[in-house]
């Protein structure tokens, strides 16, 4: 028989009183890089080597505000390094993605279609 979970503030998991991702982004980087990892593009020490690396760079907050900015990075660096995604490919695509936000209404869902620059 499961037992139901306490639940906090807006039904989050008692003791939390905030969201675990401040950012949707944060919490998709999140789901690519386990999703990733359960297709076997790479272990967890892998990961942990990666993430670690970039954690560590000078710059870092010290207050760890920018942990998710630092996630991305490892995941971009991590696939690149394995030869999967090369960083040019994923900094034209972030590109291509933030036109199309500007170029899309107010309240519609954002499509790489709507890309201005967008070669169909």
Known sequence: MNRPEATGPAGLPAGLDAPIFAEPWQAEAFAMTVALHDKGLFSWSEWAQALSAEVKKPGAAADGHDYYEHWLAALEGL???????????????ARAWERAAHATPHGKPILLENDPHAVI
Do not use: E, F, N, W
Not at 86 to 91: G, R, S
């Open 79 to 93: 696939l690149a390094s394995k030869g999967l995604a090369a960083k040019p490919d994923v900094d034209a695509m």
